[in-house]
């Protein structure tokens, strides 16, 4: 018996969106009546009907939305709960979070249950292993608004909320090259992760505009505490070792000084670090942090309340990107200029 037409195979067959279908067949003003005539007949074609657990899910209130993150234990993270609960909470929403612990198969399953507790709206930050997004595309079918955050995946209509991770990375570098630094390393994110990405574009961007070499040694994929400690040693290691180390958030940051202090090398006159996030943490470690200011809270509340334009019907329309702005916070683990 073959399965149910959904609104993901009529966007795959026209060429468009999953959300534009689902607007189309809404005869959604923003949708144009050529493309509303071609979703419908082909609709009509291949018989499609409403999932009707969708539509049930669609016209229930549940004055709740919910949160999916990777991890409640980064200090980034945590702020941006910060801001989503209390836009929520002055909103009248109750908010369900959920944690994905950077696993895949653990995020089809928060999907789920925002699906099951008749959610509102999804607030959501992918894991580090999702790349396939079929478990989000539900959730959109099921018509019920998305909003991504700080981790973004593709093809979808949606609002999004970022930084301009590759600028933030700039100058993050530049700033260590502008302390002194001209053997910088990189303790990165996996590829797969756009964050993880924009970060490397950035520090290479930062090398190549101060006329410094980029360096495949010196970049390692180690986005943990513990990953950072064992790449830190491997640089040092090197027959010429790194002066400075930039990293793609304060956990690995303070992986790779545990594992210089550990080595007796003095931090930041030997080699200097920067972090990304500004955690809670990074001014009560020895020597103090410097970072990149994130601004969690800031994200949650553009996020929040984005999502909650969309389930008022404040704002309708194509998905929109957001983006907050990021600053340098200088302290005592990178030397002074």
Partial sequence: MSSPVTIKDIAKALGISASTVSRALKDHPDISTDTKDAVNELAKRLHYKPNAVALSLKNSKTNTIGVIIPELVHYFFSSVISGIEDVAYDAGYNVMICQSNEKYDREIINAQALLSNRVEGALISISKQTK??????????????????????????????????????????????????????????????????CRLDGYKEALQ?????????????????????????????????????????????????????????????????????????????????????????????????????????????????????????IRESTKKI
């Fill in 209 to 329: 505009k101060h006329g410094l070499p980029y360096l495949e040694e010196y970049v390692i994929v180690a986005d943990s505490f513990e990953l950072a400690a064992i790449a830190t040693r491997n640089l040092i290691q090197l027959p010429i070792p790194p002066d400075g180390i930039f990293t793609v958030n304060d956990l690995t940051a303070v992986g790779a000084m545990k594992s210089l202090q550990k080595m007796g090398i003095a931090i930041p006159e030997k080699v200097a670090i920067m972090g990304f996030s500004a955690g809670n943490f990074s001014d009560i470690t020895t020597p103090t942090l410097s970072s990149v200011d994130q601004h969690g809270y800031e994200m949650g509340v553009k996020a929040a309340s984005a999502l909650l334009e969309r389930i008022e019907n404040k704002r309708n329309g194509a998905g929109e990107t957001f983006y907050v702005d990021t600053n340098l916070v």
């Fill in 132 to 197: 396939d997004f079929n478990h989000l595309q539900m959730i959109e079918e099921s018509g019920i608004p998305m909003v991504f955050f700080d981790r973004i995946p593709e093809g979808f209509d949606s609002d999004s909320v970022i930084i301009d991770d590759k600028l933030a990375a700039y100058n993050a570098v530049c700033h260590l090259i502008d302390s002194g630094c001209r053997r910088i390393a990189h303790l990165a994110a996996p590829s797969t992760l756009g964050i993880g990405k």
